[in-house]
């Protein structure tokens, strides 16, 4: 959905603009630190080696920010082993240690992982062909149903904007009261399956337009994660602070607006040696 257009771009710039040198930054380079096991899909070996079928991971820009900054303000010691909530229209979760990617919820394309604005996320595979089966769907029918019409939207009814879910919610809604259940649950297990893979968590970030804004989220999902030591301070939260954990909270639950465009612009001058 996306290189396509990208990929225009490219070829209307290199029109206008013969002698320019031009720098691709891949959303997914980021993720390249990830272990084979966190990577690899349990299908036959070749699609791997021949087609290079395998998880890559994406907002790769953000989450790098996210542990470049994240250290910058608390420290090496409190960012050994951090969880990025990128949450917004797209969401991903990633796991950092020692500030590189260990894993993230996004796989071989962007559907993967959470349910998003209008993205299903991870499903069964066996429902792909059942729907195309019955419902005479082929496969960019099917592309258009899990990546534009599931999601918080295919759950709601309502919309892709959270904002309009939760407004819904808020006046008895109940799909809508659904949808943002389900949501929160799916953060909260990645979450936990994040902390396996650490060993531990010493800081939480909630990054993105949800991630930084939504205080009602950021409360939802750390309601059942007092089994790691999270305690947020509701004020704090509420007040979208930096760091809204207690005193007594043993991780540190951080907002931290994301700046994509700043690690694309260095590195087009690392690439680029502007």
């Known amino acids: ?18 002698n320019a040198t031009q720098v691709a930054v891949f959303d997914t380079s980021f993720h390249k630190t990830m272990p084979e096991e966190a990577y690899m899909y349990a299908l036959p070996y070749d699609y791997y080696k021949n087609d290079g079928i395998r998880r890559y991971g994406f907002h790769g820009p953000s989450h790098q920010y996210i542990s470049e900054k994240s250290r910058e303000l608390f420290g090496s010691e409190q960012t050994h082993r951090v969880i990025s909530c990128h949450l917004g229209n797209g969401s991903s979760l990633c796991a950092l240690k020692d500030g590189k990617s260990v894993n993230t919820s996004m796989g071989f394309t962007p559907l993967a992982g959470l349910m998003m604005g209008s993205r299903s996320g991870d499903i069964d595979p066996e429902i792909i062909p059942f729907i195309e089966e019955k419902f005479k769907l082929d496969s960019e029918d099917v592309r258009r149903v899990l990546n534009r019409e599931s999601g918080i939207l295919g759950i709601s009814g309502v919309s892709n904007d959270i904002r309009e879910v939760e407004d819904a919610a808020k006046n008895g809604n109940k799909r809508a009261e659904l949808a943002l259940s389900m949501f929160v649950h799916q953060i909260q297990h990645y979450i936990g399956s994040y902390v396996t893979d650490l060993n531990g968590l010493d800081t939480l970030v909630f990054t993105a337009g949800i991630g930084e804004h939504d205080s009602m989220i950021r409360s939802m999902v750390c309601s059942k994660l007092s089994y790691l030591g999270v305690e947020i301070d509701e004020q704090k939260n509420a007040n979208n602070e930096t760091s ?22 260095r590195d087009v001058v690392s690439v680029a040696k502007l």
């Open 1 to 18: 959905m996306h290189n396509p257009v990208n990929l225009e771009g490219i070829v209307e710039f290199e029109k206008a603009l013969p």
């Open 244 to 265: 809204i954990e207690t005193a007594n909270s043993k991780v540190k639950v951080a907002v931290i607006p994301t700046d994509e465009e700043i690690v694309i612009a």
